[in-house]
């Protein structure tokens, strides 16, 4: 059985975005544009009040969906549709921009740490213009796993038997939070030709004969299982896949599109007050 090896090392780079909040940006970089099916990973983390408590005031998307993952802190959705959530340590928020979302996710803290992930998933072309959804996943509603030195959250995908809440039939989107043990290994199994991640944040790690270090990306090649060691000190990381779309891909800030005519149209569409055509239907978990 073929394990995975890293093909491509992509260090986060820091980047502003909102009102000033600072993030750790990997995918969505010079040094990785893309990684169909995904678009934009990025990571916060901070004890500094002054990196985060601006915030994400209102702004549009259109053409792909937000997936946000938060391990500390507290953050509230607002949209222009009237949707409403809270998003706490431990939680996720899935949202399907479809036709047009304008939302903002405004920090409920002034202190202490705020640390969690965002993460663009592409939509295939015939859904881009389909009606936004909008999913909210409590901490209660992700299984976690004590399996021999490794604690694993279970956000999307299986693990040992067990489902995440968040799924995607479009890309068959697999994302799971590991804490491993120093010293020890952790294996887990892949669909064989899914694109396929790991980003470390805590420690360090081993993938075959390559070391990663905390705030850096690995892109693995194909294979059925990754292997992944943890040094001395142990390592918390992510381990993320999904099935390639396979389609063009036009970006311009927040919309994802397949032509830039499209583009265009989103631009339009934006400024003359019309990017929002269907009311988000929301999903509590």
């Not at 939680?91 to 965002?118: D, L, T, Y």
């Not at 934006?270 to 988000?280: E, H, I, N, P, S």
């Amino acid at each position: 059985m073929n394990h995975r090896k890293i093909v491509q090392i992509v260090p986060a780079v820091e980047v502003t975005e909102g009102a000033g909040v600072s993030v750790f940006r990997s995918i969505g970089t010079p040094a990785r544009r893309n990684l169909d099916p995904f678009l934009m990973l990025d990571q916060f983390s901070t004890y500094n009040p002054d990196d985060y408590v601006a915030g994400f005031p209102d702004h549009p998307h259109r053409g792909f969906n937000t997936f946000t993952y938060m391990i500390d802190g507290h953050m509230r959705h607002g949209d222009s549709m009237g949707n409403q959530g809270d998003l706490g340590p431990g939680g996720a928020q899935w949202m399907k921009a479809g036709s047009g979302v304008i939302h903002s996710e405004m920090p409920q803290q002034e202190s202490g740490r705020m640390r969690g992930f965002q993460l663009w998933i592409n939509l295939p072309a015939e859904l881009k213009m389909t009606a936004p959804e909008y999913q909210e996943i409590t901490p209660q509603a992700i299984p976690e796993q004590t399996v021999d030195d490794a604690t694993v959250r279970i956000i999307a995908g299986e693990f040992n038997g067990h489902k995440g809440p968040v799924s995607d039939p479009n890309t068959q989107f697999q994302f799971i939070d590991v804490g491993l043990a120093a010293g020890k290994n952790f294996v887990h199994f892949l669909p064989e030709n899914h694109t396929a991640f790991v980003y470390l944040f805590e420690g360090e790690v081993m993938i075959g004969n390559d070391a990663l270090n905390a705030q850096q990306l690995a892109v693995l090649d194909k294979g059925r299982r990754v292997t992944i060691t943890a040094d001395s000190e142990g390592a918390r990381f992510l381990i993320v896949a999904g099935r390639a779309i396979g389609e063009p891909i036009v970006q311009y800030g927040p919309f994802v599109m397949n032509t830039r005519e499209q583009i265009e149209q989103a631009l339009d569409d934006y400024r003359d007050g019309k990017l929002v055509q269907t009311k988000a239907h929301m999903i509590s978990r």
